[in-house]
């Protein structure tokens, strides 16, 4: 085995994580491979290139603090990034530093199995022989496993099918008639964009969502210009917010205002756009109380009923549930269903039968002719994206296993009985802005692996897990995050429980933890040479 190629460390996935990581470790002087399986840089922003793809956070937070160069050089036109310019500008980081040579593309991370005599890890990979590492960090991004429904009939449709986590590089749907299900974030761009190009589509609602709009537009040089010389101000108010998103989440109640006052400031907020600004920006017990909930919801199924022309389309677009999913925003969401060319079925009053070769058919007994039908049914989150692969620890343990009662980590990253593993945005990572908490956590593991030394060998105890994890859940109970079924808590995997498996305590309480635990000596772990630490 140990004529293997050898490693100080492997890190696998090249999205904002992995390329971060691989950044790190190397201004560590450790000889490190990352792993990618596609053909280029991006992660999640390789694979999503669908119609529409665009990030929902502004794009002078939608990057990387670390480098100060080009926080301030690397251009952005408009309030959102798309996915062509979130890959470009992971390119450029990549090839700025000189990191591509590290990178072995086109190449699926199998497997991983910890030798406990040499203290390393055996790696599998699609291409090559295995190598050996001492560390090995996962960086696969929590939303990388596809989820499909469950439908009968599934292979017989003999049209073009897509889901949007592996969106073709080529395509055409001129003149086709396009099935669209899922409405989250991804359906909800997706219907936006097909709506302007197919013949017609058809969004097949799963589960009515809470839309507001984003507020896109050019931004000036003059905003630029402010922004740039403020960029330390922006940052401290990212790493010591909850959702790290560049504005002041609000510390006013929503019955601290009269009824006139409250309207006022939800339309400010419909006006200037953003989903995460809607749900934490204007009130701040929005997500914590109901009835302050019930008023959120009250404006926006007005701004719904106010815009839809037909009022059965309108009712169905309405959800039930409080506003607690992970928020949307889209520009010309619900104006989509007044073009003739639209149609909305909700799958919670027809729900699908059976594909057939031609189409979709219902239970109300109407088949629905279909040329392409696309999935936006998201992922298996977090977990899910390690079920297809084989890693084992300590005494034959399998990651799988450890994980199939509960998802548990210890800071997000850390598990006993797998040494030297990082699983990079793992159970219970911060819920917010993903650039800024993946920075908290590669900078962590760095420092992890540092104190440990490139022969060592480090590993968190099982009292910090279950610390850890017990603390996450505590978080969030009997919030009203729970009433929605949804990704967020496994909820949209068939066979999957209910689970929390992100961290609700926002990203300043999170660095404070990790701070916590620098301070006093990397608590939680243990800390060897060769073998068991």
């Known amino acids: 085995m140990m004529s293997h190629p050898q490693y100080d460390a492997v890190v696998v996935g090249a999205g904002f994580g992995g390329i971060y990581q691989l950044y790190s470790l190397k201004q560590l002087g450790l000889k490190v491979l990352l792993l990618e399986a596609g053909n280029d840089v991006g992660g999640t922003w390789y694979w999503n290139r669908y119609p529409g793809a665009s990030s929902d956070v502004h794009s002078f937070t939608y990057r990387y603090s670390w480098d100060e160069d080009l926080l301030q050089s690397w251009p952005w036109k ?18 700025k530093h000189d990191l591509r040579q590290h990178i072995q593309f ?34 696969l991004g929590p939303l990388s496993e596809k989820n499909f429904p469950q ?3 599934f292979d017989s449709f003999k049209g073009e099918v897509y889901h949007t986590g592996a969106w073709p590089e080529h395509y055409d ?38 839309n507001v709009p984003n507020g896109n537009r050019p931004v000036t040089e003059e905003e630029r210009d402010a922004i740039n010389k403020s960029y330390s101000q922006v940052w401290d108010g990212v790493r010591n917010s909850n959702v790290a998103f560049g504005f002041p989440e609000s510390t006013v109640p929503t019955f601290s ?77 619900y104006e989509a269903f007044n073009r003739e060319n639209v149609d909305l079925v909700s799958l919670k009053e027809t729900p699908f039968v059976a594909l057939t070769p031609t189409g979709a058919r219902t239970a109300d007994g109407v088949e ?61 990572h911060p819920f917010t802005n993903a650039p800024p908490q993946i920075e908290a956590q590669v900078e962590f593991i760095a420092d992890v692996i540092k104190h440990a030394g490139a022969d060592g ?59 916590e635990v620098r301070k006093n000596g990397f608590k939680g772990y243990v800390f060897g040479g060769v073998g068991t630490p």
Not at 78 to 95: F, G, K
Not at 183 to 199: F, I, M, P, Y
Not at 284 to 299: G, K, L, P, Q, Y
């Open 78 to 95: 408009n309030l959102y990034l798309t996915q062509p310019e979130v890959q470009a500008y992971l390119s450029h980081v990549v090839d």
């Open 106 to 139: 086109d190449t699926k991370f199998l497997g991983a199995k910890f030798d406990e005599q040499g203290g390393v890890w055996e790696i599998q990979r699609s291409k090559g022989e295995p190598v050996i590492s001492r560390f090995l960090v996962t960086a």
């Open 151 to 153: 439908i009968d009939g």
């Open 173 to 210: 749907f001129r003149n086709k008639r396009v099935g669209i299900v899922g409405n989250g974030s991804t359906g909800s761009q997706l219907l936006v964009a097909l709506a302007k190009e197919a013949k017609h589509v058809t969004s097949f609602q799963r589960n009515p969502q809470w």
């Open 257 to 333: 205002v009269d009824a006139d006052e409250r309207r006022k400031r939800f339309q400010a907020a419909w006006d200037k756009g953003n989903g995460f600004y809607f749900m934490f920006g204007v009130f701040s017990d929005t997500t914590t109380d109901r009835v302050a909930n019930d008023e959120a919801c009250a404006f926006i199924r007005g701004k719904i009923e106010e815009i839809i022309a037909d009022p059965e389309t309108a009712r169905r677009l309405i959800p039930t549930e409080p506003y607690a999913r992970r928020p949307i925003c889209n520009n010309g969401y």
């Open 368 to 428: 629905h002719p279909l040329d392409v039908l696309i999935f936006a049914t998201g992922f298996d989150a977090v977990t899910g994206s390690y079920d297809s692969l084989s890693i084992t620890g300590r005494n034959g343990r399998s990651l799988n296993d450890h994980w199939a009662t509960r998802p548990s980590s210890y800071l997000a990253f850390s598990v006993p009985s797998f040494p030297n593993l990082f699983t990079l945005s793992g159970p219970h």
């Open 457 to 515: 060998v480090v590993e968190a105890t099982k009292d910090a897990e279950d610390w850890w994890t017990d603390l996450s859940n505590d978080i969030v109970k009997g919030s009203i995050f729970h009433e929605p079924k949804g990704w967020v808590f496994k909820d949209n995997v068939a066979g999957k429980e209910h689970s929390t498996i992100f961290w609700f305590g926002g990203l300043k309480a999170y660095r404070e933890h990790l701070d």
